[in-house]
Nanobody
Framework: QLVESGGGLVQAGGSLGLSCAAS????????MGWLRQAPGKEREVVAA????????YYTDSVKGRFTISRDHAKNTVSLQMNSLKPEDTAVYYC?????????????????WGQGTQVTVSS
């Protein structure tokens, strides 16, 4: 089970940190991702990290602003979001994929959290 926390309301230019905790098992061998879905849009992979943490992916619109990281000891994955923009507003999901490479499409992810709302006001 994956449980996200840290969403909320922030003004444009601000920062938020999301955290995803795994319970009921370990996801240390899984690639992990943060995906988001805005109203009327498809779910997209925002950032992803491989099992070791040595390889990461960011969608172009968040490069240089978001940072994904994982802590195997705590069984958590985090997403630090800086310089937030109104277009970052969405429900953000933590997800896990049993994949040797970083998955960059939503359908590759097998386990999902319930999602957390991030709203960026202008």
């Amino acid at each position: 089970q994956l449980v996200e926390s840290g969403g909320g309301l922030v003004q444009a230019g601000g920062s938020l940190g999301l955290s995803c905790a795994a319970s009921g098992g370990t996801f240390s061998s899984y690639a992990m991702g943060w995906l988001r879905q805005a109203p009327g849009k498809e779910r997209e992979v925002v950032a992803a990290i491989n099992w070791s943490g040595g390889d990461t992916y960011y969608t172009d619109s968040v490069k240089g602003r978001f940072t994904i990281s994982r802590d195997h000891a705590k069984n958590t994955v985090s997403l630090q979001m800086n310089s937030l923009k109104p277009e970052d507003t969405a429900v953000y999901y933590c997800a896990a994929a049993l994949s040797p490479v970083v998955p960059v499409v939503a359908l590759k992810y097998k386990y999902w959290g319930q999602g957390t709302q991030v709203t960026v006001s202008s």
